[in-house]
């Protein structure tokens, strides 16, 4: 069984499928701007691949069934790729930045914050010890 014609569909299918989904195509290629700041896409890729087939029996020229020479074969495979892009990674001088797509990710807009809210409360934390020391 190792030449049979189903064997042949699902390695086609399978390089074709490895050929489009890649590193590249989850964390895309990086883009520097005019201030230095460089933007990486950020995508979800789903794929599905299916493939089958069947082998029938013919009878042969005298009509019995029992005496098969040999059994034609009918197949098929297919498959299906969804890039869709989920963020933007956004790397600056001083700051990394998330920015979704979509627009109501709560949890990405408090990462995204989180570090600069610490600043704010460490600088507010140093000026009320400096105020209680006088």
Not at 50 to 60: D, F, H, I, M, R
Not at 79 to 108: C, K, S, T, W, Y
Not at 109 to 126: C, D, G, T, W
Request: charged share 25%; proline share 6%; no cysteine.
């Amino acid at each position: 069984m190792a030449d049979h014609p189903i064997e042949a569909l699902m390695d086609t299918a399978m390089e074709n499928i490895k050929g489009m989904v890649d590193v590249n195509t989850i964390v895309g290629d990086p883009v520097e701007t005019a201030d230095g700041s460089v933007i990486v896409p950020i995508s979800k890729v789903s794929f599905g691949f299916a493939a089958g087939g069947s082998e029938y029996t013919s009878p042969n020229e005298n009509g019995d069934k029992k005496k098969e020479e040999k059994k034609p074969f009918g197949g098929g495979s297919g498959a299906g790729v969804m890039l869709q892009p989920v963020a933007f990674l956004v790397v600056g001088e001083d700051q990394v930045r998330l920015l979704p797509v979509n627009n109501n990710a709560v949890i990405e807009r408090l990462i995204n914050v989180a570090p600069e809210l610490l600043k704010e409360f460490k600088s507010m934390a140093k000026n009320n010890s400096k105020s209680g020391d006088n």
